[in-house]
């Protein structure tokens, strides 16, 4: 704000105008998750002057959940490689992913277009694709889930099949089978809390390393979850759940955004990687051809 009343970044001052700053509440937000909780600085997938893109580890929180316990979560970490780059902007989290996913979550940098990019997420105008491990061969092909759902009433934690629930369609498509297990690639069409991970385990695939979702819906295994290699070698494993891809017209800047997220270690020792990657491909020339 100058003597003259409120100014934007884009204004000419006249030469001995005083500027008086004026923190904003989004800023004031923020601090919850700042910078010096980080353990680490995010891994930017994407970045504009409006928004970022982060690689998010599982096990981490997107951001705080107000009890302290976990204050080095994915929001402090890309307000520390935002600090890292010089920058004063701190990140307003747009979407968010349970903590034992891995991969893409989007963040607003300039509060005056926030509105426009929750609009996107909202609206569902953003293509998404996650990646999962289930056990068993999944049916070839594509498959469309659409069992509606609500929250479990003795577990709060959980959600479940419901008639009276929320309708939701997830669609699948089998990438590939190796071994006892299935590489699936998943396009979420609503964004209802747990979905994937309940229409996979409901119709009898769940997520490897899901820690409350089993066959049928039903509890899990024991956690953690230990899955054989292809050596041989039996290993411990987190939830094998991954935002892969997330792909949008930028309501700023009108141009196409198209962001994928390295998969996480276990993925790659599951499976072979240049058969996956080839698999990948093929499933996502199908899903272009099907039109997304």
């Known amino acids: 704000m ?10 000419t001052l006249e030469e001995g105008s005083s500027v008086k700053l004026v923190a904003s509440q989004a800023i004031e937000r923020e601090v919850k998750d700042p910078a010096e909780n980080a ?3 995010a891994h930017l997938l994407y970045q504009d002057p409006f928004i970022v893109i982060a690689s998010k580890p ?9 009890t302290g316990r976990e204050p080095d979560t994915l929001t402090a970490q890309v307000n520390a490689a935002l600090e890292e780059q010089g920058l004063i ?49 999944f049916p070839e092909g594509v498959t469309k889930l659409s069992a509606p759902l609500g929250r479990d009433r003795h577990d709060p934690r959980r959600m479940r099949v419901a ?18 297990y299935s590489l699936v690639l998943v396009a979420p069409k609503t964004g209802r809390k747990h979905q994937i991970r ?31 290699l292809p050596n041989g070698e039996m290993v411990a494993t987190t939830l094998l759940l991954h935002c892969w891809e997330e792909r949008f017209i930028h309501p700023v800047m009108g141009e196409e955004v198209s962001v994928r997220a390295p998969l996480t270690e276990m993925f790659l020792r599951l499976f ?6 080839k698999a990948l ?10 039109g997304m």
């Open 163 to 180: 008639s009276s629930g929320k309708s939701c369609l997830s669609i699948v498509r089998r990438v590939m089978y190796e071994k006892g």
């Open 272 to 277: 072979e990687v240049k058969e996956m990657r």
């Open 198 to 228: 309940v229409h996979l385990a409901f119709r009898g695939f769940p997520i490897v390393g899901d820690p409350l979702y089993g066959a049928g819906g039903g509890p899990a295994l024991p956690h953690p979850e230990r899955v054989q």
């Open 89 to 137: 902007s701190t990140a307003q989290v747009l979407q968010r992913l349970d903590k034992d996913t891995s991969g893409c979550v989007l963040f607003s940098l300039c509060p005056d277009f926030q509105a426009a990019f929750d609009a996107l997420v909202a609206g569902h105008a953003m293509h998404k694709y996650y990646l999962a491990v289930v056990k068993g061969s």
């Open 2 to 11: 100058s003597d003259a009343g409120p100014v934007r970044l884009t204004d």
């Open 281 to 290: 491909q093929n499933a996502m020339k199908l899903e272009e051809k099907r």
């Open 58 to 66: 599982a096990g981490i929180l997107v951001h705080s959940d107000g």
């Open 39 to 41: 353990s680490q600085p």
